[in-house]
């Protein structure tokens, strides 16, 4: 006994907030309502924290959640835009995202960072002692920086020694959520050689919209041969919103077992592009119609799963098997489906091994395909389950510089990135090389810039998605237009210089601003091509000269030069 109570004690020491749960203040003063859960299946990852709702507005206080000291500050156009790190003695990190700025200190200390290295991108690590803040101390105020698809603050917890998040809502944070989740649609998957519903080899979809802990769907006699793979759409709303979230855990029994089981706790970092072999990834590209699918597709690593039989229902014939899903909010409300299904015979016409159509690519080995016109290499870990690999090509268009090359479809996911390699079929000369890229060209025939160079006749790139690919070349500058700016303006010391800056291929990759010879801060917010400089002391009164510059990935540039007034 002695012995374990000094185990305790030293656990305690080393990490003071997993011994207790620490107290934690909520980062803002307004009602907590999300508009974004932890763990929520975003894009091509899962959601590493909770959004709150901030009234369409920005600019409210934004509170350190207890005592620590200011670990990290990031700024950038993309992601989490403006964000602050604070470290706590509990063993926590909190994180504070899509600011629209930082406290007077931090912010002093940011701009000097950012004229030091003349860029507005920049990512600090200030020393342990440099921002001490108390539980309650003002850090920023929320925004809409990075790509915020609206102004909200983006919030983290992550647990400080190997920065996982966990979810925030566990530490205290109190909700008003009586509502029951949404199941939406109900979705059955035949999986495996001859595995049909109801004689067909097709997946079959059921619409619900219901909610409650009794949902029965009218669906019919469901006969399954072979194995059964259920995929569920679903969403959480909480009181006094219309915003639909993702719920906290998704469960699914047969006779009573649990089979398969989704539960938003915690994750790493490195397996948050998991998220795509855990869903139905075609419907999610067709669609947008997210499900989260019971199969475990043996490639698929996610820690946020616990799985029995692959997260497969076998039926034997005549056999009736009893499937359950459930679906919770972290405040334990649940919704839950039942329905039953029995066992066929295989279906004639589906026994025996189906032959492959083109090439095996297996998700543990090497896969490589190569012709005289293209070459895809896949690594071993970058698919998560085999692949009957397609290939075909269609003429080359009239903007291109190749053949459109089919590498099967953007349907199946990519984990990590393969290398595209398409050969150049037109002559071009050496000043056009460089402009030279590659364009991904999804199933909606929206155009996707790749990148990649030439060389030897071939360019070459890496990617995350397979389907069509084609050379084409950007030989375009960027355009700049002003907003509300025009050579000879007078402006006073709190107005700002505004542009809007665009690329029509392969897109905006840097900019620089001078004023009278000088970097001088120009902010950037990508998502509304919007360019900005509000006006500091590195401008005098009277006449100044401003140049900014321009260029996308490709070295193409664009300059605007004008002079301006600034008015005592």
């Not at 039953?340 to 015979?345: K, N």
């Not at 004639?348 to 290499?377: C, I, M, S, W, Y």
Request: hydrophobic share 35%; proline share 5%.
């Amino acid at each position: 006994m002695r012995t374990l109570f000094l185990m305790m004690l030293i656990w305690g020491t080393l990490f003071p907030g997993f011994s207790q749960k620490p107290d934690f203040r909520p980062p803002m003063d307004i009602p907590l309502y999300l508009s974004g859960s932890f763990g929520e299946l975003r894009g091509n990852h899962f959601h590493s924290g909770i959004d709150i709702r901030t009234r369409g507005r920005t600019g409210f206080p934004v509170y350190a959640i207890a005592d620590g000291y200011v670990s990290r500050v990031h700024v950038q156009p993309y992601g989490f835009g403006h964000a602050l790190y604070i470290t706590h003695p509990t063993g926590h990190t909190s994180v504070y995202a899509h600011l629209d700025r930082f406290n007077e200190e931090v912010t002093r200390y940011i701009r000097s960072r950012q004229y030091a290295e003349e860029s507005f991108t920049v990512n600090v690590f200030p020393a342990r002692n440099q921002f001490r803040v108390q539980q309650g101390d003002l850090i920023g105020y929320s925004g809409n920086s990075g790509s915020s698809g609206g102004p909200h603050l983006h919030f983290e917890i992550r647990d400080a020694r190997d920065q996982r998040p966990v979810n925030a809502l566990a530490y205290g944070y109190s909700l008003r959520d009586n509502i029951y989740p949404e199941i939406q649609r109900l979705r059955l998957y035949p999986k495996g050689e001859g595995a049909t519903i109801n004689g067909k080899c097709e997946s079959q979809t059921v619409y619900i919209f219901a909610r409650g802990g009794n949902i029965r769907p009218s669906m019919g006699e469901i006969a399954v041969s072979g194995d059964l793979a259920i995929g569920i759409q679903a969403a959480d709303q909480l009181e006094g919103s219309t915003q639909r979230i993702g719920p906290y855990r998704v469960s699914m029994y047969v006779d009573s077992i649990k089979f398969w089981e989704y539960k938003a706790d915690r994750f790493s970092f490195s397996e948050t592009r998991y998220k795509n072999a855990m869903i139905d990834y075609a419907a999610y590209q067709k669609d947008r119609q997210t499900y989260y699918k019971s199969y475990l597709k043996p490639g698929n690593q996610v820690s946020l799963l616990a799985v029995r039989n692959r997260g497969l229902v076998t039926f034997q014939p005549g056999e009736i098997r009893t499937i359950r899903v459930e679906v919770a909010d972290f405040a334990g409300n649940v919704s839950a489906l039942e329905f039953q299904a029995t066992g066929a015979p295989p279906a004639e016409g589906f026994a025996g091994q189906r032959k492959p159509k083109g090439v095996l690519f297996h998700h543990d080995h090497n896969n490589r395909f190569a012709n005289n016109d293209v070459r895809l290499t896949i690594p071993a870990g970058a698919l998560y389950d085999t692949l009957d690999f397609i290939y075909t090509k269609e003429q080359m268009p009239k903007d291109g510089y190749s053949a459109i090359h089919h590498l099967h479809n953007n349907l199946v996911p990519l984990h990590t990135h393969a290398t595209v390699e398409v050969k150049v079929e037109r002559m071009v000369s050496n000043s056009l090389k460089d402009k030279l890229l590659l364009v991904h060209v999804d199933h909606r025939k929206r155009q996707r810039v790749v990148g990649g160079a030439w060389k030897n006749g071939w360019v070459t790139a890496r990617t995350r998605s397979l389907g069509k690919f084609v050379v084409m070349a950007d030989t375009t500058p960027p355009v700049i237009r002003p907003r509300g700016f025009f050579p000879g303006k007078t402006l006073k010391r709190d107005q700002s210089i505004d542009f809007t800056i665009t690329d029509d291929l392969s897109g905006v990759s840097n900019y620089r601003g001078e004023i009278n010879g000088k970097w001088v801060l120009f902010q950037y917010d990508p998502k509304n091509n919007h360019l900005y400089y509000v006006l500091d002391d590195r401008v005098r009164e009277g006449d100044n000269q401003l140049v900014l510059t321009v260029w996308d990935a490709k070295g193409n540039t664009s300059v605007y030069r004008a002079s301006f007034t600034v008015s005592p």
